[in-house]
Each structure stands twice: as C-alpha cells, then as structure tokens.
C-alpha cells in the first residue's frame, strides 16, 4: 500500500461526517462507522490481552501457543475495518474462519466438556479474555445490523463470529493453564412464595 497519513487531524469531521474508502461522506454515527469503531475497539483490547499474555509467559510458558494463535486475529481485525471502510475490498478469506474452528477444536479437546456456565474473572487475564470476547460479540451485532442495510460480501461476519467463539475457549484455556478455577455461576435463590 502506498498510501500512509501523514497528517493526522484533517478538519473533515469536525461537522460530524467522517469519509469511506469509496468516497462517500458519512455520519458518524452512520452503521458503518459503528461496526469500524467496535472492530477497532476490540482489536485494541485484543492487544491489552495480548501484551498480558506476554507478560506472564515467564511464569506460563504454556501461554505462548495463545498468543501465536490470537496475534495474527490483530491484522486480520485491521482487513475487517479495511473491508468495512471499503465496501467493494476483500482482505479476508474462509482460511482464516479454519483458522479459527482449528485452534477452537484444540483447545476444546484439552479442557473438556463445559458443565456450567462462567462468570468471567479469576485473573486479569481470564477477566481480559472475556472483555475482548464480549466486544467481539458487540462488533459481531454492529456488523449484523450493517448487514441489514447494506449486505456485506465475503467471510467478516462469520470471521468475528468464531473469533468471538474462540476469546470464549481462549479464557478458560488461560484459567486452565494458569492453574486457576472456573468461577462457576451460581443461580439466585428463588423466592419463596
């Protein structure tokens, strides 16, 4: 790509439209700018997540395989917001969906059958899992709303459906691997009547 900012502010938005890729001026608070905004929200957490696991690698070796896996989610994050931007570019692939259900199947293989259901915490980094894997289905919603109104070609729904799929394993695999219990949800007591 031979385009790169070299000016960061552009005085363009300040009347509250921002511009796509194919030209067109939109609202800020246009479908599209909302779904770009949650993938970008969320690829910026997926870094906090990732820049935890690195930290605590010392200690958990096995946290490394993590980090392999979910680093590249980062670019492809970016081919979204790409794709999203400019309705008419394709950066990502069924590939990457494979990917995805690959490391998913993994994983799931390891921890086992889930018998209940989790409250997300335990560690920062269960805790940060879980916040990337809740954006992940926000973006997932944003898309699918754009969808409605102006349908989205290629893989970007099913790709941050499954990446959201994967965060959710992603969190109990770093319970698991750094030795820490599930929290497991406990229901209310019913009232009596």
Not at 158 to 170: E, G, P
Not at 174 to 180: D, L, N, T
Request: net charge negative; with cysteine.
């Amino acid at each position: 790509m031979g385009f790169r900012l070299s000016k960061i502010y552009t005085r363009t938005g300040d009347k509250g439209e921002t511009g796509l890729g194919d030209g067109r001026r939109v609202p800020k608070d246009h479908p599209r700018v909302e779904a770009i905004g949650e993938v970008d929200a969320l690829n910026s957490q997926l870094g906090l997540l990732l820049a935890g696991l690195a930290e605590q690698c010392r200690e958990h070796p096995d946290l490394a395989e993590v980090i392999e896996v979910l680093e590249p989610c980062q670019h492809r994050l970016f081919d979204l917001g790409g794709e999203l931007a400019m309705p008419v570019y394709q950066a990502l692939n069924a590939a990457e969906v494979e990917r995805l259900e690959a490391a998913i199947d993994a994983w799931n293989e390891e921890l086992g059958p889930l018998k209940n259901f989790i409250l997300p915490g335990g560690s920062a980094l269960i805790a940060q899992a879980h916040v990337c894997r809740s954006l992940a289905r926000s973006a997932e919603r944003r898309c699918q709303h754009l969808n409605a109104l102006e349908p989205l070609a290629g893989v970007g729904l099913a790709y941050i459906n499954r990446l959201s799929d994967l965060l959710f394993v992603a969190a109990r695999l770093i319970a698991k691997r750094q030795g820490i219990a599930e929290i497991l949800w406990q229901a209310a007591d019913k009232p009596k009547v």
